[in-house]
C-alpha cells in the first residue's frame, strides 16, 4: 500500500512541478571560436567567423529566448554584442528545419 501512495505522489508531483526542458536536449553541442561578424537583431541571428587550420569560414546561428550570453561572467543581452566581439559559442543542429541554434555565447578577451 506504501509504494503505491509513493507513486501516485511522485507521479502527482509530476504533473505539479514541471521540470526545464532544454531545447538541445538530447543533441550533440559544438564549440567554435570566433569572432562576431553580423548581427540580425530582428531575425535573432548572428554570424560567428572562425579558422579552422588554414581555411577561414563563418556560421549562422539562431539566437532563441534560452541562448546563455555572457561577457565577464554577467549575462547580457543580444543587443550587447558587437561585431568583432571575440565570442566563444556552443551551439547545436537543429536540422532539417532549425538549422544551427546557439545554446550559449560567452564574450572573451584573448
Known amino acids: 500500500m506504501n509504494k ?4 501516485v ?5 509530476a504533473f505539479v512541478f514541471p521540470a526545464y526542458c532544454d531545447e538541445s536536449s ?11 561578424g553580423m548581427i540580425d537583431w530582428v531575425g ?5 567567423k572562425f579558422q579552422d587550420g588554414l ?8 539566437v532563441h529566448d534560452s541562448t546563455r550570453i555572457t561577457k565577464g ?6 543587443f550587447d554584442l558587437h561585431p568583432f566581439d ?5 551551439y547545436y543542429d537543429d536540422s532539417p ?14
Open 9 to 13: 505522489m511522485l507521479l502527482a508531483a
Open 55 to 62: 581555411t577561414r569560414d563563418e556560421i549562422v546561428l539562431t
Open 4 to 7: 503505491i501512495i509513493a507513486a
Open 97 to 110: 528545419t532549425g538549422g544551427l541554434k546557439a545554446k550559449s555565447i560567452n564574450v572573451i578577451s584573448w
Open 44 to 48: 535573432d541571428r548572428v554570424s560567428v
Open 73 to 78: 561572467g554577467n549575462q547580457i543581452k543580444l
Open 26 to 36: 538530447g543533441k550533440q553541442t559544438m564549440m567554435i571560436k570566433g569572432q562576431i
Open 86 to 90: 571575440s565570442v566563444k559559442v556552443e
